[in-house]
């Protein structure tokens, strides 16, 4: 890894490890002048740019992000009594469920728990068999797939969901890329969507829903093809809507984000949990 | 209309981006027209009404299922079922007065002796009515097959049957052989008068079943209540 | 010397260390590097020095700013601060009770 490379890897990494951009900045710099003076290579100076960030996040006590920094808002979303059964097979049996502004909820559940089916109920996709769901204020949806256009570009996606929000298009572009920013892409104008590898499709997904800022973000299984920094940016900027004062419900079969959410909704059926 | 006008436009880009299938549509028409060339010369230009709307439904057809995916999304993104449904149509519309332009210069450049004032009509209504006989397909038929292999049938039966049965009547079409006969075979008006009425009633009906259906897939549901933000 | 050792051991004094070279004079890190390379603690790498100038920046011992170097680079200068005074003061009186103990161990060992 030669060193602008490693020095762009490490502005990345501080990101992700909840450094501020002040500080990072000095970071950077001063690693950047350690290796001109020392000549030394990056690697062996410093390690791989995530440990180093680590243990810089370490030592100015930046490591996680509190877990509640302001009480939550008021109720955004508020789901009574959903249930709903495919043919014979009940997959939903009386679900309640409320948001807050500023909170986060994980649904978790084995395969087939009806985890998607949930989340497009509450976006109004699906009509559930009973109950109801109360949304106060507007609402973003990521779906888990086909929620991208393979003969648009990006910047085209900004525009389309854009103008449904009332944006203009140069409004709705920059908004479209300085949510793109944030999880560490830079969209390629000539590059169509189908051409993107699946992460930085999934990238667009997740952008396309946040467009307009929403109150409500439903997002499904939003991650899927992310590699491990994607995986970190998404988590920090789902942190960072929660503190803005959204309300973000987020389906997840990886458990180890659990204790980072506000609340918790298993859809695994009482007779499987038994 | 902000929102009709950036369906129509982001939907017509995607088209554009599909050269091959462009090329293609393109020539399906000339090779209708060509084929019947030799024998009868009527007969090429019955054919290459038919060719255009063939291409222009199957297109539809096809950017129609393509776009049910995101539909919903868009939906939640504050369009309405109209603003994508009269989008995708002006943009289909659009593909169809530009697939039919260079047709009709070569029936001006190639024929003689034929009403090419009505040969416009018979043009301008079949790409009237492909583009939502096509999304109504699609609608009614969510995989592509299906739809196409009906628009097969439609078309077939369409150049087979005898236009004179009621019905024939029935087939999307029948206007432009009804109006072709006037301005080939210089009948009386009729033929005009007759194929005017069922084009422009098939257009109409079919753009308002096109509507409909995308009205009640997109409805919005009344479990989901949307309150004002406290 | 076994290489792991000497990490654990400088792991322990490091901090004390660089805060005592920032008690003679002001400096930055590469030449902190190379002065504790050369009093005979070894290389020590970036990666372990800036965290720990980090952490005793945090804790209030020593101050940070940016200086115009004449010809080369702007430098991150470091300075020590009263608190950081006093601090070394009462654990280098540490240390020296500490590894007086140790030595007296170890002697014994060594004369055997």
């Not at chain 1, 106060?136 to 969901?161: A, K, M, N, W």
């Not at chain 1, 467009?211 to 491990?228: K, N, S, T, V």
């Not at chain 2, 028409?29 to 009404?49: E, K, T």
Request: net charge positive; aromatic share 8%; charged share 20%.
């Amino acid at each position: 890894m030669n060193q602008d490379a490693w020095l762009a890897a490490l502005v990345g990494e501080l990101r992700r490890h909840g450094v501020g951009p002040d500080l990072a900045g000095h970071v950077v710099a001063e690693a950047a002048t350690h290796l001109r003076d020392s000549g030394e290579p990056p690697l062996s100076a410093f390690g791989p740019p995530g440990s180093y960030a680590r243990d810089v996040a370490d030592s100015i006590g930046a490591a996680a992000p509190a877990p509640r920094r302001q009480p939550p808002g008021p109720v955004r979303l508020d789901v009574r009594g959903i249930s709903k059964r495919y043919r014979r097979h009940r997959v939903l049996n009386d679900v309640n469920l409320t948001v807050r502004a500023g909170q986060i909820a994980a649904v978790v559940g084995a395969n087939g728990a009806g985890k998607s089916t949930f989340l497009r109920i509450c976006a109004g996709l699906v009509s559930p068999d009973r109950g109801e769901v109360h949304a106060y204020g507007s609402l973003g949806y990521c779906p888990q797939d086909g929620g991208t256009r393979e003969f648009l570009t990006p910047d085209e996606h900004f525009v389309l969901i854009g103008a449904g929000r009332d944006m203009d298009r140069a409004v709705a572009r920059r908004a479209g890329r300085a949510h793109a920013a944030r999880l560490d892409w830079k969209p390629d104008s000539g590059r169509l969507a189908g051409q993107l590898s699946g992460g930085t499709r999934q990238k667009l997904n997740l952008v396309m829903a946040r467009l307009g800022e929403p109150d409500i973000l439903l997002l499904d299984e939003p991650y899927q093809g992310f590699d491990r920094g994607a995986y970190l940016d998404f988590w920090h900027e789902v942190w960072r809507w929660r503190d803005t004062g959204t309300a973000v419900v987020v389906v997840t079969h990886l458990l180890n984000q659990l204790d980072r959410v506000d609340i918790v909704l298993d859809l695994t059926p009482d007779r499987e949990r038994a | 209309m902000k929102k009709i006008i950036v369906t129509a436009d982001l939907a017509l880009r995607e088209i554009a981006r599909r050269r091959t299938v462009l090329v293609v549509l393109a020539l399906l028409p000339l090779a209708f027209y060509l084929s019947r060339r030799g024998d009868h010369l009527g007969q090429s230009i019955r054919f290459v009404c038919l060719g255009l709307g063939w291409a222009l439904s199957t297109a539809a057809l096809f950017a129609g299922s393509a776009a049910r995916p995101i539909e919903p999304r868009l939906r939640l993104s504050g369009y309405g079922s109209r603003h994508l449904v009269l989008g995708r149509l002006l943009a289909l519309w659009t593909v169809g007065l530009v697939l039919s332009l260079p047709y009709y210069l070569l029936i001006l450049v190639d024929r003689h002796d034929v009403r090419y004032g009505a040969i416009a009509v018979v043009m301008l209504l079949t790409v009237a009515v492909a583009a939502p006989f096509g999304l109504a397909l699609s609608a009614v038929l969510p995989r592509e097959l299906e739809g196409t292999l009906v628009l097969l049938i439609v078309v077939g039966l369409q150049m087979m049957t005898d236009p004179a049965t009621t019905a024939s009547r029935a087939l999307p079409f029948w206007f432009s052989r009804e109006i072709g006969t006037y301005a080939i075979d210089h009948t009386d008006s009729g033929y005009l008068d007759r194929g005017l009425l069922h084009g422009v009633a098939f257009a109409v009906l079919l753009t308002a079943l096109v509507t409909v259906a995308a009205s009640v897939r997109l409805r919005s549901r009344p479990h989901l209540r949307f309150n004002p933000a406290p | 010397m076994n290489q792991e050792r000497r990490a654990q051991w400088l792991r322990g004094v490091l901090d004390l260390c660089v805060l005592a070279m920032l008690a003679r004079r002001e400096s930055y890190g590469y030449e902190l590097s190379q002065a504790l390379e050369a009093a005979g603690l070894g290389p020590v790498k970036g990666g372990t020095l800036y965290p720990v100038l980090l952490r005793l920046q945090r804790a209030g011992l020593i101050v940070a700013y940016w200086r115009e170097g004449g010809a080369g680079p702007a430098r991150k200068y470091y300075r020590i601060t009263g608190d950081g005074h006093d601090v070394l003061r009462q654990a280098a009186a540490d240390w020296d009770r500490f590894a007086g103990g140790v030595g007296a161990i170890l002697r014994e060992v060594s004369a055997r």
